[in-house]
């Protein structure tokens, strides 16, 4: 960047290639701004999206005017899904603070903690199945919860995520 400032390199065109440095650094050194270009380009980052998460356009949302055109715009602008799959699902980070003598953390050793958990419902066994009855796959989704419309726009293309209207979001 510093090769191309305007102060150092005055010849035409150094000025214009130095903003352009500038642009790419501010992209890709924040991960949000970075997604939101790797998601819907140029489009996703420059104009009244620049900086700021689609929420200034004038008085009016940016989000909102897409809520207003495709009812309840998700996708990653600021509203958050997510995502339901068959199978185990990877839980938050657990955290223990645990004292530990010089020599247990220079030879290790054991200790025994102890891990609150919750337990499966005894009548359904997690599946949210009435008794007697077998959980079903939703048809619509296939289990996930969610369905996908993708949008073409003058902005670029979208993709609409929102809760499955068959099963209401359960799978």
């Keep these: 960047a510093r090769k191309y400032h305007p102060d150092v390199n005055k010849e035409a065109g150094a ?31 420059s104009g009244a999206g620049a900086g700021s998460g689609f929420s200034d356009f004038g008085d009016v949302g940016f989000a909102d005017i897409f809520e207003s055109f495709f009812g309840g715009f998700a996708g990653g602008m600021g509203t ?28 290790g050793g054991e ?25 079903r796959t939703c048809s619509t989704c296939n289990g996930t919860g969610q369905v996908r419309r993708a949008t073409r726009t003058p902005f670029g293309s979208f993709t609409q995520v929102s809760a499955c209207p068959t099963c209401n979001g359960e799978g």
Excluded: M, W
């Design 15 to 45: 000025e214009e290639r130095f903003k352009e440095i500038n642009r790419a650094y501010e992209v890709l050194s924040e991960p949000e701004i970075r997604a939101r270009y790797d998601r819907f380009g140029e489009a996703g980052v």
């Design 80 to 107: 958050r899904t997510q995502a339901r799959s068959k199978g185990p699902v990877r839980g938050d980070d657990l955290r223990l603070d645990l004292k530990l003598e010089f020599r247990e953390a220079v030879f």
């Design 111 to 135: 200790k025994e903690i102890r891990i609150p958990h919750l337990e499966h419902c005894t009548v359904c066994n997690g599946s949210g199945a009435k008794p007697g009855t077998r959980p």
